[in-house]
C-alpha cells in the first residue's frame, strides 16, 4: 500500500482558531495526512522537516512575510490570498479589500457559491467529503456566532472584524481545496 503524502498545516492560534481544525478534518477521506500544528510547534521542530515536506501556513506570522511576499499567487480576491513558493504555502487574509457594504455583498454570495455542496461538478468522494466538512464547520462555528456553511444562511458581520476574518478564512480553505490544494500536493 502507498504511505499517503503529508501536508503539515501550521496556523497562529489566536488568527486562526477554527481554520486549523477545519482543515483537519480533510485527512478523513484525502488522498494526503494532514498534521496541524501551531505556529510555536513548527518553529520548535522545523529542524527537523526536509525541503520536500509540504508545509501551509495559515494566517499572518513576521516569519513567514517573505514566503507571502515571493510566493507564486493562486487566489487572490476579497482579502482572502493564497499561492506557494515550491513546498511552502500561505493561506492569508485581510480585511482591508472588503471595505464597503457592496463589496461585503458579493463577498458574502461566493461564500455561498463556494460552499454550495449541490454542484454537478463534484465527483462523489469529493461531495461526501465537502459535506462532511460543511457539517464539522457548522459544529464548530455555529455555538460561535459565526455562520452556517453550506446554506443560504450567512451572517452579516461587515462590522465585526474578528468575525469577518473567520469568514475569509473560512472562504479560503474551501476555495484552496476545491480548487489548488491537489495542485500544490502533486496529485
Known amino acids: 500500500m502507498k504511505d499517503k503524502k503529508i501536508l503539515y498545516v501550521v496556523s497562529k492560534i489566536s488568527d486562526v482558531p477554527y481554520s486549523e481544525k477545519l482543515l483537519s478534518l480533510l485527512d ?8 496541524p500544528l501551531t505556529f510555536e510547534q513548527w518553529q520548535f521542530q522545523r529542524t527537523s522537516f526536509k525541503d520536500t515536506d509540504k508545509v501551509l501556513f495559515i494566517g499572518h506570522v513576521d516569519p513567514i512575510v517573505p514566503l ?4 507564486d499567487i493562486k487566489y487572490k480576491e476579497y482579502g482572502v490570498c493564497y ?9 492569508v487574509c ?3 479589500p472588503v471595505k464597503d457594504r457592496k463589496t461585503y455583498k458579493e463577498f458574502l454570495e461566493k461564500l455561498r457559491e463556494e460552499t454550495d455542496l449541490s454542484g454537478e ?7 461526501d467529503l465537502l459535506t462532511t466538512l460543511s457539517m464539522a464547520a457548522f459544529a464548530l462555528l455555529v455555538p460561535f456566532g459565526i455562520f452556517a456553511v453550506g446554506t443560504k444562511l450567512v451572517k452579516d458581520y461587515f462590522y465585526n472584524e474578528n468575525q469577518l476574518k473567520k469568514q475569509q478564512y473560512i472562504y479560503g480553505i474551501f476555495h484552496l481545496y476545491k480548487h489548488h490544494l491537489k495542485e500544490f500536493m502533486d496529485i
Open 68 to 71: 507571502v511576499k515571493n510566493m
Open 94 to 96: 485581510d480585511k482591508t
Open 121 to 127: 461538478d463534484l465527483e462523489k468522494k469529493e461531495k
Open 83 to 91: 499561492g506557494w513558493l515550491g513546498n511552502k504555502a500561505a493561506l
Open 28 to 35: 478523513i477521506n484525502s488522498e494526503f495526512r494532514i498534521i
